[in-house]
């Protein structure tokens, strides 16, 4: 079975340029994560998607960065302009969907290689 | 804002060493996760813990929740140069989930 597919893995942009970043979930997954990632440290949740809705976006710099998921399967997410310190590398995830026991909620989240991005 | 702290940040050790990564925070998790992360590919799932106290052992590696859910700590008894990578803790909370801060782990051979 295929794993989740991103593409480009990687781009080099010169500033103010616009991007865009390409997902495809493992199939049959519900849930559908964009993370951004600087070297050496955690990822940190951009947007989250259950199904084609938007149920976390309130970590994404809405001024700059957008993101779909036209038909609940594949994902883009765009930076228009590209700034210097969005240089890094950009983690799409997916999962089965949220599971809820009666004090747990938990995904095993299936991570793709990510774009590394880099900002000139 | 959930924040996780992970330590130590970086760790070198010789081969068949052990060693223990800590995860905490000041919020309460419903389930805590822990990933394993080599250079040029995403995090992969190790472990889920979801009850305080719980432990889980993974051949070499032994994961434990803490009693009030807010911390946990992961422990690897005799470190191979195969465990050289960065570990990262995710917590689950309000339908939220938080990564931690990193630990870079090398083993030496």
């Known amino acids: 079975e295929a794993g989740v597919v991103q593409s480009p893995r990687y781009k080099i942009i010169e500033k103010k340029q616009p991007v865009a970043f390409w997902c495809n979930p493992i199939?049959?997954?519900?849930?559908l994560y964009w993370y951004l990632q600087n070297l050496g440290q955690g990822p940190e949740l951009l947007i989250r998607y259950e199904n084609e809705e938007a149920v976390d976006d309130s970590q994404l710099p809405k001024d700059r960065f957008s993101a779909e998921r036209l038909k609940g399967v594949d994902s883009t997410l765009k930076i228009q302009p590209a700034e210097l310190g969005d240089s890094a590398v950009y983690l799409c995830a997916s999962s089965l969907g949220t599971l809820q026991g009666r004090r747990a909620s938990y995904n095993e989240q299936f991570f793709g290689p990510g774009t590394r991005l880099t900002v000139l | 804002t959930q924040l996780l702290e992970q330590s130590p940040q970086f760790l070198s050790i010789q081969e068949g060493e052990n060693l223990t990564v800590y995860c905490n925070s000041s919020?309460?998790?419903?389930?805590l996760q822990w990933y394993r992360q080599e250079p040029g590919e995403g995090p992969v799932l190790l472990v889920t813990v979801v009850t305080g106290g719980e432990v889980k052992k993974l051949k070499r590696l032994t994961f434990q929740f803490g009693d009030a859910r807010k911390d946990s700590s992961l422990h690897i008894t005799a470190a191979q140069p195969g465990d050289t990578g960065l570990y990262l803790c995710?917590?689950?909370?309000?339908?939220?989930?938080?990564f931690g801060t990193g630990t870079k782990l090398q083993v030496i051979p």
């Open positions: 199939s049959g997954h519900n849930t």
């Open positions: 995710a917590g689950w909370g309000y339908q939220k989930v938080t």
């Open positions: 919020s309460v998790f419903s389930s």
